[in-house]
């Protein structure tokens, strides 16, 4: 009994310590506006992840700051910079990007197996 409390004692302790990757900030910011010749967005994790099974995607909404992400307003994607420690995320904005609002869908696989998602609105001004 007690050293299957301890085991359990160690599973908690493991897990707290393996947190899984939230989004620690994020530039730009939730509801942000970017300079038209801004060039990436960059997350900021807690926790390092695994590039392979994690996926970015930028979506754009136009006009519309409430709009929903799908298939049809997908931007191409391409290949998200992580830096060495695999915690800092750059994905690029396109080139050709048009002014108006945008929504990164992302979602991250850490270390600890533990997958995680969320979303980033922003805008592009004119
Ligand atoms: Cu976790």
Same mark, same amino acid.
């Given at each position: 009994?007690? !050293?299957?409390?301890?085991?359990?004692? &160690?599973?908690?302790?493991?897990?707290? #310590?393996? @947190? $899984? #990757?939230?989004?620690?900030?994020?530039?730009? !910011?939730? @509801?942000?506006?970017?300079?038209?010749? !801004?060039?990436?967005?960059?997350?900021?994790?807690?926790?390092?992840?695994?590039?392979?099974?994690?996926?970015?995607? &930028? $979506?754009? &909404? @136009?006009?519309?700051?409430?709009?929903?992400?799908?298939?049809?307003?997908?931007?191409?994607?391409?290949?998200?910079?992580?830096?060495?420690?695999?915690?800092?995320?750059?994905? !690029?904005?396109?080139?050709?990007?048009?002014?108006?609002?945008?929504?990164?869908?992302?979602?991250?696989?850490?270390?600890? @197996? $533990?997958?995680?998602?969320?979303?980033?609105?922003?805008?592009?001004?004119?």
């Amino acid at each position: 009994m007690r !050293a299957l409390s301890l085991f359990l004692l &160690l599973a908690l302790v493991s897990n707290l #310590a393996l @947190g $899984h #990757a939230r989004l620690s900030s994020s530039t730009p !910011a939730e @509801g942000e506006t970017l300079a038209a010749d !801004a060039e990436a967005i960059t997350l900021q994790f807690s926790e390092a992840i695994q590039p392979r099974f994690s996926d970015f995607t &930028l $979506h754009y &909404l @136009g006009t519309r700051q409430d709009g929903e992400a799908n298939r049809d307003n997908q931007l191409p994607r391409g290949t998200p910079q992580v830096d060495g420690d695999r915690q800092v995320v750059e994905v !690029a904005i396109p080139e050709d990007a048009q002014p108006g609002w945008y929504l990164l869908d992302w979602e991250v696989l850490a270390e600890d @197996g $533990h997958t995680t998602r969320g979303t980033v609105r922003f805008s592009i001004e004119l």
